[in-house]
């Protein structure tokens, strides 16, 4: 079953203003992650939150967990025309070793207008 | 220096060809995985091979058949094709276990569109 969800589906805002985009999951986790993906390209990874945080930070990123509603939040601020991609998160289920995995969501659309 | 390149990039097909997509990885890992990802953006993982060895195998088609001859490599055979076999194919590798505690990042590759007519 789908792990991650995010919400919005599709995001447009005005550069200079703020993204927030939304994950839910449904079972119970190792760790977060947030990937980026632009068009036509492979996904990176942006950032990572394990289990036992609640908030992260790195550059514009912030990110935070929320383990008792099972969602997790991006907030990209100061947001570029770069920034238009898609976003997903990743689900890391708990367990060792090369048997553990993440699962994606479906992704955000984020289109910033310059 | 790419770190994970599949090729090919583009490929179109008529249903019930055989195809191959091949992937390398340039970063040591030891864990290499294909997914699909659907035309609604959805991203599925097929498979996890760590060492040469399968660990995952997410309920895929007998069709696909993923071989990996060393842990630097991990190819993907598509017999039959069919027209729902159209998607992008990633790539990617890992240090063993992305979802683990420690939470390793998966490094994709570009993608391989495959396309069956």
């Known amino acids: 079953s789908q792990q991650g969800e995010e919400d919005p589906q599709a995001l447009s805002i005005q550069e200079g203003e703020n993204a927030t985009m939304n994950c839910s999951y449904k079972t119970s986790i190792n760790n977060l992650q947030w990937y980026r993906q632009n068009s036509g390209r492979g996904l990176v990874h942006l950032i990572l939150?394990?289990?036992?945080?609640r908030e992260k930070h790195s550059g514009r990123l912030r990110v935070t967990l929320d383990t008792s509603k099972k969602s997790s939040s991006l907030l990209i601020t100061a947001s570029r025309a770069a920034d238009t991609a898609s976003y997903f998160c990743a689900a890391g289920h708990p367990s060792t070793g090369a048997n553990s995995k993440l699962t994606f969501g479906k992704g955000i659309t984020l289109s910033v207008r310059p | 220096d790419t770190a994970v390149s599949q090729t090919p990039k583009y490929l179109v097909t008529q249903m019930g060809n055989d195809k191959s997509i091949k992937c390398e990885q340039n970063?040591?890992?030891?864990?290499m995985y294909w997914y699909k990802q659907d035309s609604k953006k959805f991203l599925k993982i097929m498979f996890s091979y760590n060492n040469k060895e399968l660990i995952i195998n997410e309920t895929v088609p007998n069709r696909f058949s993923p071989k990996s001859p060393d842990k630097a490599h991990l190819n993907l055979h598509i017999n039959s094709l069919e027209l729902g076999d159209s998607a992008v194919y990633f790539c990617?590798?890992?240090?063993?276990?992305?979802?683990?505690?420690?939470?390793?990042?998966?490094?994709f590759g570009e993608g391989s569109w495959l396309t069956v007519v």
């Open positions: 990617a590798s890992s240090h063993p276990g992305g979802g683990g505690f420690i939470g390793n990042t998966i490094y």
């Open positions: 970063l040591g890992h030891d864990t």
């Open positions: 939150i394990r289990s036992n945080e």
